[in-house]
């Protein structure tokens, strides 16, 4: 072959190779590329959240069943504390069914994350095959021409400086474009071996939520055992129960009247107030009371945003009984009351004010202990079932104070703090405030 013949022939081959659909991605695929990219990284970015939202919930439920399975070991195995022993051991199987749904859902979204991997392994392993065959092809055809021309004869055997000018661009493009294959072989590569060891940790991590599982469903199966046997024997002593259930709701109803009568005499002394108020302000002679009216409009609607964003007045602690009316644990044509919620705690924990306010009533109630009722404006919270207590009626508290510690029953060897959330007389949800 000439070196004419050659060299057109190797110029046709570079406008081959460069402008080939395969090779360069042209506008509106470049475009369809990153539309697909982005909807792989949205995808990808979601099932992540996902994952790690599971995964705190995972750690948040082990935290829990740890502390109830601690509370449930120190609760006396005694007739007396029957009761109290089936309330936790109730909720331990809740909290204990909630883990292993989240572990199976856990162990989807692996699967998902596995299956998507295994995608991308085959998609790369196919990529750095169609790549080395292309990259190849283009080493045997850069041989081929310095084998019959040399670049520099290519060049300067052009008919015009246009051109030579024009090859000279041909041969730098064809050379750069081996260079981006044999650099994109390379990556591809990279990313396959970060892929697979990706793949291989998911698989293992995958093993481990598999037996976690088995794991839990086995000390569940046992607890259920326990659950339902504690509850036969709970049946058999219904009178017992009855009586017991009697005396709680008369301390129940003391509870309530001292919170009403607190509350009452506390909406008094502010109506009295403001009408002094009101009436200081017609008479020139009189001295203007203290006016209190502005931090108390304040501390209502600082309590009122922040719904659902107070902190526990434990640290650490299982909610046990709930707000409202509901069957009682063992009694089936039994309903009970509770106009708060009961959180079971270590002994001696320290009970902490939810918000800033003023101390306006402190009491001893039969079965309750000592009980606290902290304004905050319109609203109050009221903490009872308390051993020791460091404040007293009048004092201004803030918020995460603490207050008091938790009293513990002797019999039962249970401490719970029994918590309400009132605004003036109307009881409210204390899980819809705190957080």
């Known amino acids: ?209 598999i037996a976690s599982v088995g794991r839990q469903a086995n000390i569940l199966s046992a607890e259920l055992g326990d659950k339902s046997r504690l509850l036969r024997n709970l049946r058999k002593d219904e009178k017992r129960l009855k009586s017991e259930l009697r005396k709680k709701r008369t301390d129940h109803e003391g509870l309530n009247k001292a919170i009403e009568k607190a509350i009452r005499k506390n909406m008094a002394a502010r109506r009295k107030n403001e009408r002094d108020k009101k009436a200081n302000k017609k008479d020139v002679n009189k001295k203007p009371q203290k006016d209190d009216t502005v931090a108390l409009k304040r501390l209502t609607g600082d309590f009122r945003n922040n719904r659902g964003r107070l902190p526990q007045p434990v640290k650490n602690g299982v909610v046990t009984r709930r707000f409202g009316k509901q069957q009682h644990p063992t009694l089936p044509s039994v309903q009970i009351t509770n106009n708060g919620i009961d959180i079971r705690t270590e002994q001696n924990t320290k009970v902490f004010a939810v918000f800033e306010g003023k101390v306006v009533s402190k009491q001893f109630i039969p079965g309750y202990q000592n009980m606290l009722i902290v304004q905050h404006g319109d609203y109050y919270t009221v903490y009872s079932n308390l051993g020791e207590v460091f404040v007293k009626k009048g004092d201004q508290v803030g918020t995460m104070e603490n207050i008091g510690t938790v009293a513990m029953d002797r019999k039962s060897n249970v401490s719970e703090v029994h918590f309400e959330v009132w605004r003036d007389k109307t009881r409210l949800n204390p899980e819809d405030w705190v957080r």
């Open 1 to 209: 072959m000439n070196p004419r013949a050659s060299n057109l022939k190797f110029q046709k081959d570079i406008k081959k190779w460069i402008n080939h659909p395969s090779n360069l991605i042209g506008f509106w695929s470049k475009r369809f590329f990153v539309i697909i990219l982005l909807g792989v990284f949205c995808l990808t970015f979601s099932n992540a959240q996902i994952r790690k939202d599971l995964e705190d919930r995972r750690r948040k439920l082990l935290r829990d069943i740890e502390l109830t399975s601690k509370l449930l070991n120190k609760t006396t195995k005694t007739k007396a504390a029957a009761l109290d022993r089936y309330i936790a051991l109730r909720k331990q199987v809740q909290q204990r069914e909630l883990l292993v749904s989240t572990l199976q859902k856990e162990i989807e979204i692996t699967d998902l994350s596995m299956n998507r991997a295994s995608d991308v392994v085959e998609s790369l392993t196919d990529d750095i095959g169609r790549l080395e065959k292309e990259y190849g092809e283009l080493l045997r055809r850069a041989y081929r021409r310095k084998k019959n021309s040399s670049d520099l004869g290519f060049i300067f055997s052009a008919e015009s400086i246009n051109q030579s000018f024009q090859r000279w661009q041909y041969l730098k493009q064809y050379d750069e474009y081996r260079k981006k294959q044999a650099q994109l072989i390379i990556e591809t590569k990279k990313t396959l071996t970060i892929k697979k060891t990706h793949l291989q940790e998911t698989k293992i991590e995958k093993e481990e939520l």
